[in-house]
């Protein structure tokens, strides 16, 4: 069984830094794509950053120059951090796995979600 382990999250102050990891565990024979989504209270979830098992990154606009997205493919850990914090990227960050390939199946798979709230 594969299982996705965030952690990181927290409050912050405008302007500030987080840096959150996802680890995901279990017979892991190989991951497409790793990434982050997150959702604010109200909204849908919307995608932040995504990368590749080649290292090939996807930005969201609004974060663009601020969030910097990592991955160890040998621990199968994903990383975002995040500088220049506002307020509005306060939400429940999600991490995601795209094709988890094990000896049985290949599927998707997501955290339990870490909260990231930005004061003003």
């Known amino acids: 069984q594969v299982q996705l382990v965030e952690s990181g999250g927290g409050l912050v102050q405008a302007g500030g830094s987080l840096r959150l990891s996802c680890a995901a565990s279990g017979t892991i024979l190989s991951i497409n794509a790793m990434g982050w989504y997150r959702q604010a209270p109200g909204k849908q979830r919307e995608l932040v950053a995504q990368?590749?098992?080649?290292?090939?990154?996807n930005y969201a606009d609004s974060v663009k120059g601020r969030f910097t997205i990592s991955r160890d493919n040998a621990k199968n850990t994903v990383y975002l951090q995040m500088n220049s914090l506002k307020p509005e990227d306060t939400g429940v960050y999600y991490c995601?796995?795209?094709?988890?390939?094990?000896?049985?199946?290949?599927?998707?798979?997501w955290g339990q979600g870490t909260q990231v709230t930005v004061s003003s």
């Open positions: 990368i590749t098992r080649s290292g090939s990154t």
């Open positions: 995601n796995a795209d094709r988890v390939q094990t000896w049985s199946r290949v599927y998707d798979y």
